[in-house]
């Protein structure tokens, strides 16, 4: 259902991840954390014993990050799924995809990026969104936020590729999304991503209300955005 296209790169067989680059450390939210929603992570490797390691090392990441994420992305009445599965599959031609709370991880993709964790908070971002509607007007928002939750939370300091104005588009979802609306929140609405996910989550979202809360329509934006091209 959400494939990527990319990844880190990475030696085959260093699989070797530090807390601090897991984003485990720096936890400094303890009080905090007794309020959140628990969550339980599954892990099923029926299908892929051989991912063991890898799968064991990104599940203390969703039960981190679950909390987080669902606190972003909280909404009155909405209760978000407490519990996630965490499937490692051989056949698989995408990297990762996500089903209700089933995250599906290729054994190839992580063989060839083993420090690719990100893309776990991806999917674990589309577990937590359950938006009614995902279609050819709202797919690029939805993508757009899950790699903003990635690149500009999860790994804020990884640098990003350089974009091409003349074939990029707001619409490409991803990271290319993902930075429009970081543009987005640092110069014209801080609190553009929480109403993004409202409008989404009520079955709401319209293009006009970036119109209603930036004065600027998507088109302006863009052409402002590219004129800036921030490097992240
Ligand atoms: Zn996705």
């Given at each position: 259902?959400?494939?990527?296209?990319?990844?880190?790169?990475?030696?085959?067989?260093?699989?070797?991840?530090?807390?601090?680059?897991?984003?485990l450390a720096d936890d400094k939210s303890s009080a905090k954390d007794k309020r959140r929603v628990p969550v339980n992570v599954i892990v099923d490797?029926?299908?892929?014993?051989?991912?063991?390691?890898?799968?064991?090392?990104?599940?203390p990441l969703v039960e981190k990050w679950h909390p987080i994420i669902a606190d972003m992305l909280k909404s009155d009445g909405f209760v978000p799924?407490?519990?996630?599965?965490?499937?490692?599959?051989?056949?698989?031609?995408?990297?990762?995809?996500?089903?209700?709370?089933?995250?599906?991880?290729?054994?190839?993709?992580?063989?060839?990026?083993?420090?690719?964790?990100?893309?776990?908070?991806?999917?674990?971002?589309?577990?937590?969104?359950?938006?009614?509607?995902?279609?050819?007007?709202?797919?690029?928002?939805?993508?757009?936020?899950?790699?903003?939750?990635?690149?500009?939370?999860?790994?804020?300091?990884?640098?990003?590729?350089?974009?091409?104005?003349?074939?990029?588009?707001?619409?490409?979802?991803?990271?290319?999304?993902?930075?429009?609306?970081?543009?987005?929140?640092?110069?014209?609405?801080?609190?553009?991503?929480?109403?993004?996910?409202?409008?989404?989550?009520?079955?709401?979202?319209r293009p006009e209300l970036f119109q209603e809360w930036t004065k600027q329509s998507l088109d302006q934006l863009w052409v402002n955005f590219v004129?800036?091209?921030?490097?992240?």
């Open positions: 259902m959400h494939a990527h296209r990319f990844g880190f790169v990475a030696v085959i067989g260093a699989a070797f991840a530090t807390s601090a680059a897991l984003g490797l029926s299908d892929a014993p051989e991912a063991a390691a890898w799968v064991y090392r990104a599940k799924a407490s519990e996630v599965k965490l499937v490692p599959k051989k056949d698989m031609k995408i990297p990762a995809a996500t089903s209700g709370n089933v995250i599906s991880i290729s054994v190839d993709h992580i063989s060839h990026h083993p420090d690719d964790y990100g893309m776990v908070i991806h999917e674990l971002v589309h577990v937590l969104q359950r938006y009614p509607r995902v279609d050819k007007d709202t797919w690029w928002l939805v993508e757009g936020i899950a790699d903003y939750i990635r690149y500009y939370r999860f790994e804020p300091k990884i640098k990003l590729p350089r974009l091409d104005p003349s074939k990029a588009s707001f619409r490409d979802g991803y990271k290319t999304s993902a930075r429009f609306l970081a543009w987005i929140e640092r110069k014209h609405d801080r609190t553009i991503v929480k109403k993004l996910n409202l409008a989404l989550r009520k079955g709401e979202y004129r800036a091209m921030p490097a992240r």
